[in-house]
């Protein structure tokens, strides 16, 4: 078992920024691919980034690449989502995923623990 908690959401204007951390325990962390999605009202849960067992591999939605930022902490079993320029069209509920069964994925099935998730607003 994995349970996973987010921490940093809130309210931010556009243009600015937000970290988001998932903090992880129960099974091993260090080898679990970890991943970031994000589900807006009325819509689909998307992929947003993930990351590989390492660190060495990251992955991102084209619509946050260049601004968004995974990583990850084994020794503190700790994942974390740096948000920069931010846009009104990210807001959503964001998701921290755990997957053991693969070591890439950005398809939400591919992932088997999921966080309770945590509000990300951007004002215009």
């Known amino acids: 078992q994995v349970q996973l908690v987010e921490i940093g959401g809130g309210l931010v204007q556009a243009g600015g920024s937000l970290r988001l951390a998932c903090a992880a325990s129960g099974r091993t962390f260090s080898s679990n691919t970890m991943g970031w999605f994000r589900q807006a009202p009325g819509k689909e849960r998307e992929f947003v980034a993930s990351?590989?067992?390492?660190?060495?591999?990251?992955t991102y939605a084209d619509s946050v690449k260049g601004r968004f930022t995974i990583s990850r902490d084994n020794a503190k079993n700790t994942e974390y989502l740096q948000m920069n320029s931010l846009k009104p069209e990210d807001t959503a509920v964001y998701y921290c995923?755990?997957?053991?069964?693969?070591?890439?994925?950005?398809?939400?099935?591919?992932?088997?623990?999921w966080g309770q998730g945590t509000q990300v607003t951007v004002s215009s």
């Open positions: 995923a755990a997957s053991t069964v693969v070591t890439y994925s950005r398809s939400r099935y591919d992932y088997n623990y």
């Open positions: 990351i590989n067992w390492s660190g060495g591999t990251t």
